[in-house]
């Protein structure tokens, strides 16, 4: 069974002042397409290979569609209760790592028995790579 990466987009995406505030959708679809390489490859150092890579929007970046390799999951109303409630319904038994700096988020996904990393385990690639 693969693993499971959850990313909370808006706290990946705002993690570099990039000018991200003024096009949220087309941040979060850089984000997104910055992901599928880490299904094969693993994140290293973090999770080998397969993942199951799920990237959560919300807000302005609701419309963003899922790829292959990435599912896109939009929030209806917060995205960390979206992360929350995915790590609850979708970790079930595998290795979960839940991509984030939020705080909060971190503690809720922790006790739910997620691993928890920050945004440079999947944005640093982008930037080397981009």
């Known amino acids: 069974m693969d693993s499971l990466v959850i990313v909370d987009a808006a706290n990946v995406v705002g993690s570099v002042p990039d000018g991200w505030w003024r096009d949220r959708h087309g941040a979060a679809e850089r984000l997104r397409d910055a992901l599928p390489g880490y299904a094969a490859d693993g994140l290293p150092g973090l999770m080998a290979p397969p993942l199951e890579l799920v990237l959560v929007v919300e807000g302005a970046a609701r419309g963003v569609e899922s790829v292959d390799g990435v599912r896109v999951v939009a929030a209806d109303g917060s995205g960390d209760d979206r992360i929350v409630r995915l790590v609850a319904e ?13 705080r909060e988020l971190r503690e809720r996904v922790r006790a739910l028995g997620a691993r928890v990393t920050g ?5 640093g690639r982008r930037r080397d790579e981009g």
């Open 90 to 102: 979708e970790a079930g038994g595998r290795d979960c790592l839940v991509v984030t700096a939020d």
């Open 119 to 123: 945004p440079r385990a999947v944005w």
